[in-house]
């Protein structure tokens, strides 16, 4: 697999693990916190290419996050709906796949003594597609969210999915 480079407001070209680092070291500020660690992809359609923004997101709730992104531009027009939602859930899953079991246990080991005092940590999956009657995209929405859940994620869409519809979405234009 290709190195893969995320950047944030303050950093550019971070590799997976400065990432890693930065989540750990967020989580390690208040382990007693409750947070959830999120994964979504949006995408543009341009000109002549199409951009995909995966959001990677650790949130305390309540208490803030840390994020960065990764960018994939596919030089030409995505225009099928299908393909590109496809295409969205595919980056996510390839991101969710870098936190592997170590990673996950690493994440889990720092709220695990305060889980009594109500520390907590999840994983969702975010897809920019909706169920409602209007929404293009629901048509695609259970096979996209078994996909999401097949990777034992739990998955969220539209109005949920704010990391791939509000943070990520923000990086396509």
Not at 14 to 37: A, D, S, Y
Not at 51 to 78: D, L, P, S, Y
Not at 109 to 127: K, N, R, W
């Amino acid at each position: 697999m290709e190195e893969k480079y995320f950047q944030n407001l303050k950093e550019k070209k971070l590799t997976f693990e400065e990432v890693f680092k930065h989540i750990i070291q967020f989580m390690r500020i208040q382990p007693r916190g409750n947070f959830k660690l999120i994964v979504g992809t949006d995408s543009q359609v341009h000109a002549s290419h199409t951009i995909f923004i995966t959001g990677i997101v650790i949130q305390n709730q309540g208490k803030g996050a840390w994020a960065c992104i990764h960018k994939k531009v596919v030089r030409r027009k995505m225009v099928h709906l299908h393909e590109r939602i496809s295409f969205e859930t595919s980056l996510t899953e390839e991101i969710v796949s870098l936190f592997t079991e170590d990673k996950k246990n690493k994440m889990i080991d720092i709220v695990l003594p305060f889980i009594y005092q109500g520390a907590s940590f999840t994983m969702e999956g975010h897809l920019d597609i909706g169920a409602g009657q209007r929404n293009k995209t629901r048509e695609f929405v259970s096979e996209m969210v078994a996909r999401i859940e097949s990777i034992g994620i739990e998955p969220k869409i539209k109005p949920e999915a704010y990391v791939a519809s509000s943070y990520a979405n923000k990086y396509t234009k």
